[in-house]
Nanobody
């Protein structure tokens, strides 16, 4: 059974930082691209970032470039998202997803249960 379990969310003031973690099981993690997506209150799902299977290539949506960093540890089947310089508009439920952007946003996407990030003063 494929499982993705996120953690690391919480409340933080604007300008603060968080590190999200996603532990994967049930599939060959090291052979798959992985992504983070998010859903803000009252809004649709938004792609945030993707990392290729080996970790050598990363991609970001424009609004988080320079502030967020995606990484992975294939030995630990773990995906990370470092969130720096957080803004109130980053408030959302964050999900890790198996695959690239199209897979992560598809109706049949494999995603975790999510971890809530709240940015407010």
């Amino acid at each position: 059974e494929v499982q993705l379990v996120e953690s690391g969310g919480g409340w933080v003031q604007p300008g603060g930082s968080l590190r999200l973690t996603c532990v994967a099981s049930g599939f060959t993690f090291s052979s798959n691209h992985m992504s983070w997506v998010r859903q803000a209150p009252g809004k649709g799902l938004e792609w945030v970032s993707t990392i290729n299977w080996g970790g050598s290539r990363t991609y970001y949506t424009d609004s988080v470039k320079g502030r967020f960093t995606i990484s992975r540890d294939n030995a630990k089947n773990t995906l990370y998202l470092q969130l720096n310089s957080l803004k109130t508009e980053d408030t959302a439920m964050y999900y890790c997803a198996k695959g690239g952007v199209d897979d992560a946003l598809s109706r049949s996407a494999v995603r975790g249960q999510g971890t809530q990030v709240t940015v407010s003063s």
